[in-house]
């Protein structure tokens, strides 16, 4: 079975903190995703990669980057965290035919 | 760009009924996902349609992937309580790395 592992389920942080969300899966995946969720806006996209060291926006870039180094590890970065990044991050990876497979979500509350 | 939209946004049933989601796109789709998730947890792929027309049985619940291939349907049949969630559709193009997510449909199904 696939597994995609998150660094956290709950986490809070204060305004203006750097955050890291970390991403692993133990598939061997190209693609890797950061997705945030919330409520009444669905999915949506910040960031991908599909190579090490390769990244592309997604639609919602702003106030986040990422990182790949290691094909498995995927890590997304809040700069400097807002009170407009609390949501629910996913995180996903898939091979080249597009089923994405996702881990189990990190909650983040920035107050 | 929301390129899908699913229909009903909410839908609250008693058990043992039937229900059809759908999701609707003017765009064309080279493969079409359904994932339902469960609340606090990551979605998890349910189905993966290719083929327009093509239609799959998984137990109670039908997956039809439209003849233009770009709509979907999902019909299940005598619904329980283990089948409440958020249901999401994702279309996936060719060429591209990256899955376009529907809203989703949020099921509940009261025993």
């Known amino acids: 079975d696939v597994k995609v592992t998150q660094s956290s389920r709950y986490l809070v942080k204060r305004t203006g903190e750097k955050v890291f969300l970390e991403c692993v899966q133990d598939?061997?995946?190209?693609?890797m995703f950061w997705y945030r969720q919330d409520p009444g806006l669905g999915l949506r996209l910040i960031y991908f990669?599909?190579?090490?060291?390769?990244?592309e926006k997604g639609d919602i870039p702003e106030g986040y980057s990422v990182s790949r180094e290691k094909k498995e590890r995927f890590s997304l970065i809040l700069e400097s965290a807002s009170t407009n990044q609390t949501s629910m991050y996913l995180c996903?990876?898939?091979?080249?035919?597009?089923?994405?497979?996702f881990g189990p979500g990190t909650r983040l509350t920035v107050t | 760009t929301q390129l899908l939209e699913q229909s009903p946004q909410f839908l609250s049933i008693q058990e043992g009924e039937n229900l059809t989601v759908y999701c609707n796109s003017s765009?064309?789709?080279?493969?079409l996902q359904w994932y339902r998730q469960e609340p606090g947890e990551g979605p998890v792929l349910l189905v993966t349609?290719?083929?327009?027309?093509e239609v799959k049985k998984l137990k109670r619940l039908t997956f039809q992937f439209g003849d233009a291939r770009k709509d979907s349907s999902l019909h299940i049949t005598a619904a329980q309580p283990g089948d409440t969630g958020l249901y999401l559709c994702a279309g996936g193009q060719t060429g591209a790395n990256n899955l376009f997510f529907g809203t989703g449909t949020r099921l509940t199904v009261i025993p």
């Open positions: 598939m061997d995946h190209e693609n």
């Open positions: 996903a990876s898939s091979p080249p035919k597009y089923e994405q497979y």
């Open positions: 765009s064309v789709f080279s493969s």
């Open positions: 990669s599909y190579d090490v060291k390769m990244k």
């Open positions: 349609v290719v083929t327009g027309g």
